[in-house]
């Protein structure tokens, strides 16, 4: 069974507790608050079921803290849902992991939404692997992107959210060079503009 089916189906011995239990649980309908707790292992392959676990809070936290990086300047914009529903394609989200991402997303612009939190056990649930959490950091980057600038409140989140993950400011700020970088070859030798063209709206708008 692929993670999804585990988190849908509700095995316990996939359930993630915590804050990111509690934000897929809701948004799910299920109750992911007990959940067994991995050892912290540094380095080394996964264990067996570790892998999709992973996938699980990486899935949860990418979506959410999206949501509220978005919301960071008081406005989430056509761009910035443009941007999330890439996301989802590059994932290859089907149409019910789709609406769970949505959910999560809205979750992470509350008011109440435990940012720490939910960075503190991402991290711990991906046992800290630096390519996992800087593809994270850097998702996150190009999102705070979608408009063609970013806000110094987005900044702000970002630079904060590097902090909680264990990244230097100097490596923060490599990571928005490189993402800078990208952007303009992008733009450069495809024509695109700064700001991607917002699709239909639809049912289930993120803002």
């Not at 992973?54 to 803290?65: E, G, H, K, P």
């Not at 959910?103 to 509350?110: A, E, M, S």
């Not at 989140?157 to 990244?167: D, P, T």
Request: charged fraction near 20%; hydrophobic fraction near 40%; proline fraction near 3%.
């Amino acid at each position: 069974m692929s993670w999804w089916g585990k988190v849908v189906g509700g095995a316990f011995g996939f359930m993630l507790g915590g804050p990111l239990g509690a934000l897929l649980g809701a948004v799910l309908g299920h109750q992911f608050d007990k959940g067994l707790r991995l050892q912290d292992q540094l380095g080394g392959p996964f264990h067996p079921g570790d892998q999709e676990r992973v996938q699980m809070a990486f899935f949860t936290a990418l979506f959410s803290t999206m949501g509220h990086i978005a919301k960071a300047d008081g406005r989430v914009s056509e761009n910035e849902i443009e941007m999330a529903r890439s996301v989802m394609q590059q994932m290859r989200l089907d149409e019910q992991q789709k609406r769970t991402a949505i959910d999560l997303f809205n979750q992470g612009k509350q008011p109440d939404f435990d940012l720490d939190a939910v960075l503190e056990q991402f991290r711990q649930e991906s046992h800290r692997r630096r390519t996992l959490l800087q593809m994270f950091l850097e998702i996150l980057t190009h999102a705070a992107y979608a408009d063609g600038v970013m806000h110094p409140k987005e900044q702000n989140v970002l630079r904060h959210i590097s902090q909680r993950l264990g990244f230097s400011a100097t490596e923060f700020e490599q990571l928005l060079t490189m993402v800078q970088a990208q952007r303009q070859f992008h733009q450069q030798y495809t024509g695109a503009g700064t700001g991607r063209r917002p699709g239909r709206p639809t049912h289930d708008q993120l803002r």
